[in-house]
């Protein structure tokens, strides 16, 4: 099957949508198209060493994991989006259909690229395509959220492809073949202008880490997720910081095949360290709720990198993880989303008692702190324990306790608010909202919470060897 299949389908859905006059026929494409895309992405990355593929487009283990992952979270936003959409037929849902379609379209894209330049064009039109979407509720808050989205990320962008160049300039300087195709970079990486192939990374760390939301480059994160509906959170926690991960790790790939992975490393852990202590600070009574999410994916981001910086088996770990903190996310922005509709608020002070206003998504909400916190038996908890034993197998202790001192703090500040919206009674005012649960509106946070608490008892095997062979692109060994 052709790669670029994955990619086409999206699209044409899109433009399908949006020339669709009915906002109800719209609403049975988006499940239709989300489970269409799935089972291409299972059949491509099963088949994956037949061979097909191009020079420019292909499906390897790095690219074939973050395709899943990606097609896996926009199938269950995809039925949770129609139920979502009947609650707001006073907003034309043709962009938002379209948009939807576009960023699973780029996103496959970012998954298949192999060149360093059509990477970071994929990753760039994600962000066009992403805006329109936090600008669905049409207030002065979304719109401020949509152009700080936007700016931020485009100064990210731009840094990112200034990175590009230095990797460019670095293969010129060593008299090899300038070729920005990831195969012809790993093989003549060794001869490299090690000054110049450093600056690149650190530009590619500074522009794809502003895109996945890296403390001190995460200040659009807060307004974004927080002005964000619920489904729209979900994608960009768990599919757009997963794809501007992959750029990072395209890079890293590079910089450890031209011998430089150790200073890649340092520069990673200490990113890493200082997102989780950015988190933690924030997290401790923060208020509003879908803010607490976004910085909650700060500390995420925080634990993907350290991992990588670890190398060997924390490699390992922190692909895991990618996959862990994609199906969280879902549970949590989802069940958030419900909740915002049922109050009409998501600040702690006017939310309260949602087990009791909401039977089915104030459960699930609680279960997914439980579960994006590390807590047993859930996915998250496997894969940080997989970190902070590489931690401990490097005799890195300062670091482990740190990182464990850390996940308390946010544990114990993420919990405050948390319990505090699902205890207690609901207030009069919410109790005249007409929104209730429906299954509909659940199902698929269910379905996400399943698939993370089986990560936390099993892990299938030809998912542990598309990891074990993503982990091995990136110079771990068995």
């Known amino acids: 099957m052709p790669a670029m299949l994955l990619i086409l389908l999206p699209l044409a859905i899109a433009a399908v949508a949006y020339v669709v006059p009915s906002n109800r026929v719209r609403l049975m494409i988006l499940p239709a198209g989300g489970t269409a895309h799935l089972v291409l992405s299972l059949a491509a990355v099963s088949s994956r060493g037949s061979g097909r593929g191009g020079e420019w487009l292909a499906i390897d283990a790095l690219g074939g994991l973050v395709l899943l992952i990606v097609s896996t979270l926009f199938a269950i936003c995809s039925f949770y989006a129609p139920g979502y959409l009947l609650v707001r037929l006073d907003r034309d849902s043709r962009l938002f259909t379209s948009c939807l379609f576009i960023f699973l379209g780029m996103t496959s894209a970012v998954a298949l690229s192999q060149h360093l330049g059509l990477l970071w064009v994929a990753i760039e039109t994600t962000t066009l395509a992403t805006a329109p979407l936090l600008y669905f509720n049409r207030s002065s808050r979304s719109l401020e959220a949509a152009w700080k989205y936007l700016m931020i990320g485009s100064v990210g962008i731009a840094i990112a492809l200034l990175g590009s160049l230095f990797i460019a300039y670095a293969a010129h300087l060593s008299g090899s073949e300038v070729s920005l195709f990831f195969r012809t970079l790993h093989e003549n990486a060794a001869g490299f202008s090690r000054p110049w192939l450093r600056g690149g990374f650190v530009f590619l760390l500074v ?194 306790a740190v990182f464990l001192a850390a996940l308390c703090v946010i544990f114990i500040g993420m919990g405050t608010t948390v319990f505090a919206v699902v205890q207690g009674r609901p207030s009069e005012e919410s109790l005249r909202h007409t929104y209730k649960d429906r299954l509909r509106k659940t199902l698929p946070i269910f379905v996400s919470l399943g698939l993370v608490l089986m990560l936390g008892l099993w892990i299938p095997a030809p998912l542990r060897t598309l990891l074990e062979e993503a982990s091995a692109m990136l110079g771990a060994r068995p």
């Open 207 to 400: 522009g794809y880490g502003t895109k996945m939301g890296l403390a001190p480059l995460h200040s659009w994160k807060p307004d974004a997720y927080g002005e964000a509906p619920g489904l729209v959170g979900a994608l960009l926690a768990g599919g757009m910081t997963t794809c501007a991960f992959l750029a990072l790790l395209r890079g890293y790939a590079i910089i450890e095949a031209g011998g430089e992975g150790a200073f890649a490393r340092e520069l990673l852990v200490t990113l890493g360290v200082l997102s989780l202590l950015v988190a933690a600070a924030f997290m401790v009574r923060q208020k509003d709720i879908k803010r607490l999410l976004a910085y909650s994916s700060v500390e995420q981001m925080g634990i993907l990198v350290l991992g990588i910086g670890l190398g060997g088996l924390g490699i390992f770990g922190a692909l895991l993880h990618t996959v862990n903190n994609a199906l969280t996310k879902g549970v949590m922005f989802l069940a958030a989303g419900n909740i915002h509709r049922a109050y009409g608020s998501k600040n702690v002070t006017e939310v309260s008692g949602a087990i009791r206003r909401l039977p089915m998504s104030g459960p699930l909400f609680l279960a997914g702190f439980f579960a994006v916190t590390g807590s047993p038996p859930f996915g998250p908890f496997v894969s940080e324990f997989t970190i902070l034993s590489a931690a401990i197998r490097s005799d890195r202790w300062g670091l482990a």
